[in-house]
């Protein structure tokens, strides 16, 4: 079946340390996409990729990077400059290199908090 | 004016019951709209796109209404499995970058048996 695959589902982090989020389309999709989704509010985009080799911050990137080598994978790193990271972490993508009249398409996501 | 308003409901409604949702955007420059539903703890998914003259998919209809800048949602004859946050999403304008979508906060409905 196509889809998105994000792992893990749930993720603890340590002060101070990084922690990577996986996320894995088979879609043949161009873009992809991070969102953060806290608590009764509505998603935020934090980094974006139309194709491989290349993405853009998005309205939250501080504390965040990532990497797109390959046009299956866009896996997210939380720094420790994050800090305030516990929230559902959603991963998306879409056709047509993420022009804005294609609906993107979500991962199950990845909850995060810190111990 | 915030980008993409909503309310956020609860909307309690019996089942078998009509009820609208009303979604209003700041950008007269977005040229495209979706309607996506969210389960609580889960992925937002994809219910519909709006288009210019409207759509229905069997008792969902969305209409658009670009000269008040804003869209809307009706579900006919609701059933206990639409409970659910429904999510507004407008795109951002083209000539600022056309890979933006920007989600509203959601409205939350609950069907009641």
């Known amino acids: 079946d196509g889809g998105i695959t994000q792992s893990p589902k749930y993720l603890f982090r340590k002060e101070g340390q990084n922690v990577t989020l996986s996320c894995e389309q088979n879609l043949n999709h161009d873009a992809m996409y991070w969102y953060r989704q806290d608590p009764g509010q509505g998603l935020r985009l934090i980094y974006y990729?139309?194709?491989?080799?290349?993405?853009q911050k998005g309205d939250i990137a501080e504390g965040y990077s990532v990497s797109r080598e390959k046009k299956e994978s866009f896996p997210l790193t939380v720094t420790s400059a994050q800090k305030n990271p516990t929230a559902f972490y959603l991963c998306a993508s879409s056709n047509g290199q993420g022009r804005s009249n294609q609906p993107q398409h979500f991962g199950d996501g990845t909850r995060l908090s810190i111990l | 004016r915030k980008e993409v308003e909503q309310d956020p409901g609860p909307f309690n409604v019996p089942e078998g019951a009509t009820v609208a949702f009303n979604c209003t955007y700041s950008n007269s420059a977005s040229q495209s709209f979706f309607w996506y539903r969210q389960d609580c703890r889960k992925e937002p998914k994809l219910l519909m796109s709006?288009?210019?003259s409207g759509n229905e998919d069997g008792r969902f209809t969305a209409q658009l209404n670009r000269a008040s800048q804003y869209i809307s949602l009706l579900i006919r004859d609701s059933k206990l499995s639409d409970s659910a946050t429904y999510l507004c999403v407008v795109s951002a304008d083209p000539g600022a970058g056309s890979y933006q979508l920007t989600f509203g906060k959601g409205t939350k409905l609950s069907v009641i048996p």
């Open positions: 990729s139309q194709i491989v080799n290349d993405f």
């Open positions: 709006v288009y210019s």
